[in-house]
Structures are given as structure tokens and as C-alpha cells.
Nanobody
Framework: QVQLQESGPGLVKPSQTLSLTCTVSGASITTNLYYWSWIRQSPGKGLEWMGAITNSGSIYYSPSLKSRTVISRDTSKNHFTLQLSSLTPADTAKYYC?????????????????WGQGTQVIVSS
């Protein structure tokens, strides 16, 4: 059973950098072609894909967030991380990590994908 668990601060201040970790169990982030993604949902809005790292370490970013986003991984710990800089209150959202079989614009979640439960992040002074 693949399980993903997000962790990180629930409250961050504007202009700071958010750091989240997704710890994976039941699967290795270095095997098979999957996309280990970060996705968020702001209040009243739909899901927004932020970026992903593949089993081989290739990284893809949403064009709208690319300038503020860094995704990395620690294969020894079987986890991957998200850093989002220059935070504003508009970054308040529930942040999810997921294992996805494909990227693209098809509605999420998709059959066969695995998601964490999400972690709420509030950006406020």
C-alpha cells in the first residue's frame, strides 16, 4: 500500500519561504516512471498542480509558479520536498503530495494515483 504524508508548518508569514516534506512509504521514489507531485487547493478554488519530480530526478514546474518553487528529494529518506518562496496570503491553501502516473490537464485525482491527506498552510502576519 502506497502512502504519502505531508509535513511542515501550518502558519507562515508573508515574504517567508514555505518548506514541506512528503514522506513516502510502500513504494520507492526512485523506481518506475511516476511523477511525485505537489498540488494545492486554495479556499474556494480548484486543484492547482505546482510541480513534480520523477523517479530519475527530472523536475517539472508549473509555469505560473516556477520562479518561486523548488522541488527536491532525499532518496535515502524516500521523501521529496517543496519550497515556495516570497509567500503572500494568496498562497494560503491545502497542500497535497501525490504519486501520479501522468501529468497534464485531466481532472485530478485520477484512477491509480495516490495522494496524501494534505496539510493546511496559512500565510498570515
Amino acid at each position: 500500500q502506497v502512502q504519502l504524508q505531508e509535513s511542515g508548518p501550518g502558519l507562515v508569514k508573508p515574504s517567508q519561504t514555505l518548506s514541506l516534506t512528503c514522506t513516502v512509504s510502500g513504494a520507492s521514489i526512485t523506481t518506475n516512471l511516476y511523477y511525485w507531485s505537489w498540488i494545492r487547493q486554495s479556499p474556494g478554488k480548484g486543484l492547482e498542480w505546482m510541480g513534480a519530480i520523477t523517479n530519475s530526478g527530472s523536475i517539472y514546474y508549473s509555469p505560473s509558479l516556477k520562479s518561486r518553487t523548488v522541488i527536491s528529494r532525499d532518496t535515502s529518506k524516500n521523501h521529496f520536498t517543496l519550497q515556495l518562496s516570497s509567500l503572500t496570503p494568496a498562497d494560503t491553501a491545502k497542500y497535497y503530495c501525490a504519486r501520479e502516473g501522468v501529468l497534464g490537464n485531466a481532472p485530478r485525482p485520477r484512477p491509480g494515483d495516490y495522494w496524501g491527506q494534505g496539510t493546511q498552510v496559512i500565510v498570515s502576519s
